[in-house]
C-alpha cells in the first residue's frame, strides 16, 4: 500500500520490467530538459497560447500555453515565454481564453456498442413504454416482413410502471417480425414471440448457466425477457455483421468520443476480430483516438493474447493491449448482479456468470504472463469474490514468479460493496474502474432492489478515496450518454441532470472538483501503465489535450452540463474542433428535446456544427496544417475560436 500511497501523493511511477520505483516525471524532465533553454532548441511545431490550463501536474498547476514538437509537450508556462519556441513554421493555436485539461479518457466503454447504437435503432430517451413501442413500431413500418428488428437502449426505470416489457406487447406491434432489443445496460433483452419461437424457447427450456429466462408466475411461459447469458440463445440467431458494418461502427463510434472530448478510451473486452480492425484502423489513421484494448474472456481471444504477449504502443501509441476482460455477475437493474443477500423487491441473489475456478485458472495465467485483468463486479457478493480471487492468485504467484511485478488489476464497475471490503481496494493494490453516470441512473431504481441499508456501500467513491484506493472513470458508454461532462458532473454533485437527489443517495460520497478530473486524467494513465505518457501536462508527456468552453474547477455546479467540447487534440494534432453555433445558446449537456432533461437520449448537438466527416471516419479538416507554401517560409496566421 505504501507504493501506492507515495504514487498519488507525489507521482510515482514504475518500470514494467523491473518493478523498480521511480519518480513518475522523470522521464519526462529528460526528455524535456533542453527546452529550458528555447534559444538552444528547434521551434516547436504547434503553440497553444492564451488559455487557462490546468496541468494537473502539482509543481506546476496553472499555466497559459503549451508548446509541442513531434507530438509530445516540450513546454508549460506563460505565453510570453512560449512565443521563444515560435518559428517560421510553427503553428499558432490562440486558445482565447478557452480552458485546456489533459487529455480525458475513458477508463471503461465499449466503442463497437458505441457505434452500433449510433446506426441501428436507437431506442434511449423512449422515457415511456408507449414511445419505446412506438418507436420499434415505426421501424417495424420499414422493415420487410421476416426480417429482425434489432436495437438498444430502452430502460423501464422511468416507465410507469417501472416494469420490464413483455413477448405480449410486441407482438402485438410485430407480429411477422422476430424482434431482439437489448436493455441499455447490456444485460437483459426483450423478444417478441417468434424469436421465441425461432430460438426453440418455451416453458421447458431449461436457464442456461450464467442466464435466466423470466417466466409467467401462473402459466411458465416465458415473458420474453432474457437475462444475461440467457440472451445468446437468440443472438445466435441474429443475422451476421460484416467486417464493413463493424468498421463503419468501430469508425462512427470513435467519431463520437473525439468529439465530446475523449482522447484516449479503454474498450472492455473485444473478439478478435474486433481487435484485428482496431489495430488495422488505428494503424491507418482511421481512428485517432488512443485505444487501451481488453481480449473478451473466451478461449480464442485468451489464448491469442497469453501466445503473443502485451502490444504496447502500437500504430505511434495509437494501440495497445495487455488485458483480458472478464465478468463475475450480471447488471443490478435486471437482477443479475450477485448479492450476499436477496434482492429486496425479488426472491434471487442474482447470477455469476463466470464460475469462481474458472476466473482463478485464468488469472494464474494471466498473472505469470504479465496480463492484466479487468472484472465486471456489480454486486457486493460479486465484488467479494473477486477480491478473495485476486487475494489467493497475488499469494499463490509471488511478485518474482511475474513478469509485472505490479500488475494493477482492475475492479469494473464496483457498484455495490459491503463496507468491510472498501480497503482491500487499496491493500491488495486493485484499482477500481467506475463510472459516476451509473450512479445518478441507478439511484432512481436501487432503492427498490436492494433496501436503503445496502446503498451505504453503493458508487462509494469517497470512501474508496478516503481508503487510498484509484478509481479509473469511465462512462460505459453505450450502457450510458458517454459524455465526460455528465461523468464529472455525476462525481462531483451525486445528483442527475435535474438536479434530483434522493433518499439513499449518499451526497457525502461525492467527490471534489480535482478529484474528479483525475479520475478521467491521471488516475486511468495509471489504470493503463502510462502515467509517464499522459494524465498530465507536462515536458516529456504526450500532447493530448482537452479544450472546454469553461472552467471545471470553477463554474457553478449548474452550469457544468452547459459547458461545451471546443477541441480535442491527440499528439499535438487538433481532430476535433466545433464551430461558432449557428443560433442562439447551445444546450446543455444530457438535455433532450424541448430542453427537458433526459439521461437516456443520445446525445444533442449542443446547436454546434460538427465537422464533416469523411469516408476514413475522421473530420475532413481537423488538424489540417493550412500553412501557405510560400518561399521563404513566413510565420502562419494565429488560429482563432
Not at 468491510?420 to 432492489?449: K, N, T
Request: overall charge positive; proline content about 7%; charged content about 20%.
Amino acid at each position: 500500500m505504501l507504493r501506492m500511497t507515495h504514487w498519488m501523493t507525489y507521482g510515482w511511477t514504475t518500470d514494467r520490467t523491473t518493478g523498480w520505483w521511480l519518480p513518475g516525471m522523470l522521464l519526462g524532465i529528460l526528455l524535456g530538459l533542453s527546452a529550458a533553454a528555447p534559444g538552444r532548441t528547434p521551434p516547436a511545431d504547434v503553440l497553444f497560447i492564451n488559455g487557462t490550463v490546468h496541468t494537473l501536474d502539482d509543481r506546476q498547476p496553472r499555466a497559459e500555453a503549451v508548446a509541442v514538437r513531434r507530438g509530445r509537450i516540450v513546454f508549460v508556462g506563460s505565453t510570453a515565454e512560449a512565443m521563444t519556441y515560435r518559428g517560421p513554421r510553427t503553428r499558432l493555436v490562440d486558445l482565447a481564453g478557452a480552458v485546456m485539461y489533459p487529455g480525458f479518457t475513458d477508463a471503461h466503454c465499449h466503442l463497437f456498442g458505441i457505434g452500433e447504437r449510433e446506426l441501428t435503432l436507437n431506442l434511449e430517451g423512449t422515457n415511456t413504454r408507449a414511445a419505446f413501442l412506438a418507436a420499434v413500431a415505426a421501424r417495424v413500418a420499414q422493415t420487410p416482413k421476416g426480417e429482425w428488428i434489432v436495437g438498444r437502449g430502452w430502460i423501464e426505470t422511468f416507465w410507469t410502471p417501472p416494469t420490464f416489457p413483455t413477448a405480449a406487447e410486441l407482438d402485438a406491434i410485430a407480429p411477422e417480425h422476430p424482434v431482439f432489443l437489448v436493455r441499455a445496460d447490456g444485460h437483459a433483452s426483450v423478444v417478441n414471440t417468434l424469436a421465441l419461437r425461432q430460438a426453440g424457447i418455451d416453458a421447458q427450456t431449461p436457464n442456461p448457466p450464467g442466464g435466466d429466462i423470466l417466466r409467467d408466475a401462473t402459466t411458465g411461459q416465458p415473458t420474453g425477457m432474457l437475462i444475461d447469458r440467457a440472451q445468446d440463445l437468440v443472438r445466435r440467431l441474429l443475422p451476421r455483421l460484416s467486417p464493413e458494418d463493424y468498421a463503419r461502427a468501430a469508425m462512427a463510434g470513435a467519431q463520437r468520443e473525439l468529439s465530446l472530448g475523449w482522447c484516449t478510451i479503454h474498450n472492455a473486452g473485444s473478439s478478435l476480430l474486433e481487435t484485428n480492425l482496431l489495430r488495422r484502423l488505428c494503424r491507418t489513421g482511421a481512428i485517432k483516438l488512443r485505444v487501451y484494448n481488453a481480449a473478451a474472456n473466451r478461449p480464442a481471444e485468451v489464448a491469442a493474447l497469453l501466445r503473443r504477449g502485451p502490444i504496447i504502443g502500437e500504430a505511434n501509441g495509437r494501440f495497445t493491449m495487455r488485458t483480458i476482460k472478464a465478468y463475475m455477475d450480471g447488471a443490478l437493474g435486471s437482477r443479475g448482479a450477485a448479492l450476499l443477500a436477496p434482492y429486496a423487491d425479488a426472491d434471487t441473489t442474482g447470477l455469476f456468470l463466470t464460475p469462481p475456478d474458472e476466473l482463478r485458472a485464468l488469472c494464474r495465467q494471466a498473472l505469470r504472463a504479465g496480463i492484466q485483468i479487468q472484472t465486471h463486479a456489480i454486486g457486493d457478493r460479486a465484488n467479494r469474490q473477486v477480491l478473495d480471487i485476486y487475494e489467493q492468485v497475488f499469494a499463490e504467484v509471488p511478485p518474482a514468479q511475474r513478469r509485472v511485478r505490479d500488475p494493477r488489476w482492475r475492479i469494473e464497475h464496483a457498484q455495490i460493496l459491503h463496507p468491510s471490503d472498501i480497503p482491500r481496494f487499496a491493500q491488495l493494490g486493485v484499482i477500481a474502474s467506475m463510472q459516476p453516470s451509473h450512479a445518478i441512473s441507478d439511484l432512481h431504481f436501487a432503492p427498490r432492489r436492494l433496501g436503503l441499508e445496502r446503498l451505504a456501500g453503493a458508487y462509494a467513491w469517497r470512501a474508496l478515496l478516503d481508503g487510498k484506493a484509484i478509481i479509473a472513470g469511465g462512462s460505459d458508454a453505450p450502457v450510458e450518454r458517454g459524455e465526460p461532462l455528465i461523468e464529472f458532473y455525476a462525481a462531483v454533485t451525486r445528483k442527475d441532470l435535474t438536479g434530483f437527489s434522493g433518499a439513499g443517495w449518499h451526497p457525502e460520497q461525492a467527490v471534489s472538483r480535482l478529484e474528479a478530473l483525475k479520475m478521467l486524467t491521471l488516475w486511468p494513465a495509471y489504470a493503463a501503465f502510462e502515467e509517464d505518457l499522459a494524465g498530465t501536462i507536462a515536458v516529456g508527456k504526450r500532447a493530448d489535450f482537452t479544450v472546454l468552453s469553461a472552467d471545471l474547477l470553477t463554474i457553478p455546479e449548474t452550469d457544468i452540463l452547459r459547458a461545451r467540447c471546443l477541441m480535442t487534440i491527440i499528439g499535438g494534432e487538433v481532430v476535433f474542433r466545433a464551430q461558432e453555433p449557428t443560433t442562439g445558446n447551445s444546450a446543455p449537456a444530457g438535455t433532450g428535446s424541448g430542453n427537458q432533461p433526459d439521461k437516456r437520449r443520445a446525445p444533442q448537438p449542443h446547436n454546434w456544427r460538427r465537422k464533416q466527416v469523411g469516408a476514413a471516419g475522421r473530420p475532413l479538416d481537423a488538424g489540417v496544417d493550412h500553412r501557405a507554401k510560400q518561399s521563404p517560409p513566413q510565420p502562419p496566421a494565429i488560429e482563432r475560436f
